[in-house]
């Protein structure tokens, strides 16, 4: 398939793990792509153009949106992947820190989609694709803030996809288990930390490490991008991965009881 056929697509945080991942699939797929990071990177080797965007700050979006407008003409693809991690208990976070994990998580996306539908609708055709999390579904002791952010986002591409569907628009979710990217790469520690959650906290990351040695390559994430890109008809939201299908499952049909007992002993917490 050309890059004709499949058009202009948009990557929000490629510079590393999913993102870049993603941002190759969707190149090999046909896709002519743009990646954004924070700070400046050259073009990579397999044609993808990489542009400075800070998701956070409103002038950088529309930046890197014009950018995008006056090197190709459209946008026919936007994937939202850019986000920020937060491990710790949820109040040893301040008010400054909590509003800067949703400034990128949830205000990023919003200002990178709003951004962008302007410019689908006057394509009449244009699809984003927001990178949700399986702590979208469920709860996340340890990572509450950044749970808050995934669920802030299901509800936010949902209620969207309904209001811009009949001008030729869909948004679709995709929601990773756990991946296999750099445990340190995005993850934030609570700036004012207690020491009531120090030993407890220690456990939450040492259980980190090891579920995401064991989780998902990032190509399985990416191959649920490029699926949920394509789909003549998408459906509103695509697990990526064996774990994350099983939670999605859990979370719908089993007894609220039954999922709480269960995460409590997954994440090794007392009853």
């Not at 936007?78 to 491990?87: D, F, K, M, P």
């Not at 003549?232 to 499952?249: D, E, L, N, V």
Request: proline share 4%; with cysteine; net charge positive.
């Amino acid at each position: 398939m050309s890059e004709t056929e499949c058009g202009i697509a948009l990557v929000t945080g490629a510079s590393s793990g999913i993102g870049l991942v993603t941002a190759q699939a969707l190149r090999r797929d046909g896709y002519r792509v743009f990646g954004t990071s924070r700070k400046p990177m050259p073009d990579t080797a397999d044609g993808i153009t990489m542009l400075i965007c800070d998701v956070s700050n409103d002038a950088s979006v529309q930046g890197v949106v014009d950018e995008v407008l006056s090197r190709a003409g459209r946008i026919d693809l936007l994937v939202n992947n850019a986000g920020i991690g937060l491990l710790g208990g949820a109040e040893e976070s301040t008010m400054s820190q909590a509003k800067a994990v949703f400034d990128v998580n949830v205000f990023g996306i919003i200002r990178m989609t709003n951004a962008v539908l302007p410019v689908m609708r006057r394509q009449r055709r244009g699809r984003i694709v927001n990178l949700s999390s399986i702590l979208g579904l469920i709860p996340a002791p340890y990572n509450a803030l950044y749970a808050s952010t995934k669920h802030a986002i299901e509800g936010y591409s949902e209620s969207l996809d309904h209001e811009v569907r009949t001008q030729g628009i869909r948004i679709v979710l995709v929601e990773p288990g756990v991946t296999r990217t750099s445990f340190e790469e995005n993850i934030t520690r609570p700036d004012r930390p207690l020491a009531v959650y120090d030993t407890i906290r220690a456990d939450a990351a040492k259980l980190m490490r090891e579920i995401v040695a064991k989780g998902d390559a990032p190509e399985v994430v990416a191959a649920a991008v490029v699926r949920a890109a394509n789909a003549a008809s998408p459906k509103r939201r695509y697990t990526a991965g064996k774990a994350a299908g099983q939670i999605r499952f859990m979370r719908r049909f089993l007894p609220e009881s039954f999922v709480d007992k269960n995460l409590r002993k997954f994440s090794r917490l007392p009853d």
